[in-house]
């Protein structure tokens, strides 16, 4: 059995836990509960994703780099440090102004 390499009582830092993929969007599951996920993402320079909704409020936290995060059509930029909240069935988009790193948490209840 493989090991996870999101250990329960481990220090880590997020921003080693997932490398850049030239051109591309990596993603890892750090935790999948009923109630909720945490994701850590990494995108390439230019990568994106498309305007979409969830039905949950979701977290983003950007540890590395930059990007640009439309809600409702309102593009807010961020920085490694800023967070924002992307609401619940409302439209939006993320945009790689320069490769950059986040964690998105989704709370489902």
Same mark, same amino acid.
């Given at each position: 059995?493989? $090991?996870s390499?999101?250990? &329960?009582?481990?220090? @880590?830092?997020f921003t080693? $836990?997932? !490398?850049?993929?030239? !051109? =591309?969007?990596?993603?890892? #599951? %750090?935790?999948?509960?009923?109630?909720? &996920? %945490? &994701? *850590? @993402?990494? @995108?390439?320079?230019d990568? #994106?994703?498309?305007t979409?909704?969830? /039905?949950f409020d979701? *977290? %983003?936290?950007?540890?590395?780099?930059?990007?640009?995060?439309?809600?409702? !059509? &309102? /593009? +807010?930029?961020?920085?490694? =440090?800023?967070?924002?909240?992307? /609401?619940?069935?409302? /439209?939006?988009?993320? +945009?790689?102004?320069?490769? @950059?790193?986040?964690?998105?948490?989704?709370?489902?209840?």
């Amino acid at each position: 059995m493989e $090991k996870s390499i999101f250990e &329960t009582s481990q220090i @880590f830092r997020f921003t080693v $836990k997932v !490398e850049y993929s030239e !051109e =591309g969007i990596v993603s890892k #599951r %750090v935790l999948d509960k009923p109630t909720g &996920t %945490v &994701t *850590l @993402f990494a @995108f390439d320079k230019d990568q #994106r994703l498309s305007t979409h909704s969830a /039905p949950f409020d979701a *977290l %983003v936290q950007v540890i590395d780099g930059s990007a640009k995060i439309t809600i409702a !059509e &309102t /593009p +807010y930029d961020l920085q490694a =440090g800023d967070t924002i909240i992307m /609401p619940a069935g409302i /439209p939006h988009a993320v +945009y790689a102004t320069e490769k @950059f790193k986040m964690v998105l948490t989704m709370i489902k209840s």
